[in-house]
Structures are given as C-alpha cells and as structure tokens.
C-alpha cells in the first residue's frame, strides 16, 4: 500500500528552526520526484519545494528560498524540508506529496504535519 | 492572492451538474496540463486526474476536467452530497518554475 507518513510538525518561536521528515513506503522511492505542499490555515494550496528522484534538481518557492531547504535519503525512502528563520506566515499544515516531473501533477499525499510559529 | 483564479464557491442540488473554473496565463495553464484536486475535511488533498486524464481508482466518471487557451474546468455532473469539499486547480508555471494553485473552491450540495 503507497504511503507517506510526515513527522516533525511543532510549535516554534519566529525566527527559529524546524525540520520535517516523511516516511515513504509501497513504492520505490527513489524513482519519484517529490515536493512539500503547504496549506495555511483555512486557506488553499502553496508549492513549497521540489526535489529530482536523484536529488540533481531542486526548486523552492520564492516565499521560503534560502530559508528552507529540501532533501531526501533514497536509501531511508525519506524525504526531508530543513526550515530556518521560520515566520508567522509560515504556519501551515505540510504536505508531503509524489510529484509526477516537473508539473503539477501531485499522485500520492501523506496526511501533513502542522509547523505553528508563534511567539 | 493565488496565480490561477478560482471562484471561491459554487453549490448545486442533488443530481444537478455544476462546473467549476480555473483562469490562467500564457507561461501556466496557457503551455502546461492542469491538475485538479478534491479536498475533503479534514483531509489531505487527492488528485482527481493523471496526466493522462485518466480517472485514479475511486474517482467515479462523474468528474471530468476540460482545457482552452488558459483556462481550465472541471465538471461534475449527477451531484452528490459526498462532492461536497474543496476543489483545487493547478499547473506548473514555466515563469515562476514551479507549480501553482487556484485559491480553491468550496462546492456545497445544497
């Protein structure tokens, strides 16, 4: 069974730091692309990062660029967003997600992981 | 403020049809394939089609998705109650490199 499992999501002051893991598994992990999705509360859908199946191509959203970073391990089947100088508009519930390529084709979600920043 | 443009909501009664939009640009929707996505409460977005149009398992052919120039739909018809949820566009943009969404619509079966 496809899964995705994130973890790491917690409360942090702003200006701090947080790191987000996701557990993939039923697939093999490193034949997919994949990306962290946000989602602020009450409110839609944000792009946040991508990474290549073989961590050649990276791209992040301009909103989080030189703030978080992406990675992923093939042989932990995890992938990984290290977030640094964390803001208030960062608060959101994080979604790990399969990307098909570079579209917006998103085929497989884990259920998120809530990152609040507050002081 | 989303790049594509959704309305935020659309209702429709039981068995009725309702279509929901999706406007975009020439370096999105415009030279890209559109993506859809049916939120649930509570729940983690779930993509309604592949690439390919294909409907994944459990996505009944009640739902389908059409594109022209930089718009994009989707249509679902013979309404039901579990339709109610959020619904979300997207599209990679060949300006910004990266994916984007429409800011979501809220379908409510009345």
């Known amino acids: 069974q496809l899964h995705l499992l994130e973890s790491g999501g917690d409360l942090v002051k702003p200006g701090g730091s947080l790191r987000l893991s996701c557990a993939a598994s039923?697939?093999?992990?490193?034949?997919?692309?994949m990306a962290w999705v946000r989602q602020a509360p009450g409110k839609g859908l944000e792009w946040v990062s991508y990474?290549?199946?073989?961590?050649?191509?990276?791209y992040s959203a301009d909103s989080v660029r030189g703030r978080f970073t992406i990675s992923r391990d093939n042989t932990k089947n995890s992938l990984y967003l290290q977030m640094n100088s964390l803001r208030a508009d960062d608060t959101a519930v994080y979604y790990c997600?399969?990307?098909?390529?570079?579209?917006?084709?998103?085929?497989?979600w884990g259920r998120g992981t809530l990152v609040t920043v507050s002081s | 403020q989303s790049i594509l443009t959704q309305p935020p909501s659309a209702s429709g009664t039981p068995g009725q049809r309702v279509t929901i939009s999706c406007s975009g640009t020439?370096?999105?929707?415009?030279?890209?394939?559109v993506s859809w996505y049916q939120q649930l409460p509570g729940t983690a977005p779930k993509l309604l089609f592949s690439r390919d149009h294909q409907r994944p398992s459990g996505v009944p052919d009640r739902f389908s998705d059409s594109k022209s120039g930089t718009s994009a739909s989707l249509a679902i018809s013979g309404l039901r109650s579990e339709d109610e949820a959020d619904y979300f566009c997207?599209?990679?943009?060949?300006?910004?490199?990266?994916?984007?969404f429409g800011g979501g619509t809220k379908l409510t079966v009345l």
């Open positions: 990474i290549s199946s073989d961590t050649g191509t990276r």
């Open positions: 020439d370096s999105n929707i415009g030279v890209n394939s």
């Open positions: 039923g697939f093999t992990f490193g034949h997919f692309h």
């Open positions: 997207a599209a990679w943009d060949d300006s910004l490199n990266g994916p984007v």
């Open positions: 997600a399969r990307q098909i390529g570079t579209t917006a084709f998103f085929d497989l």
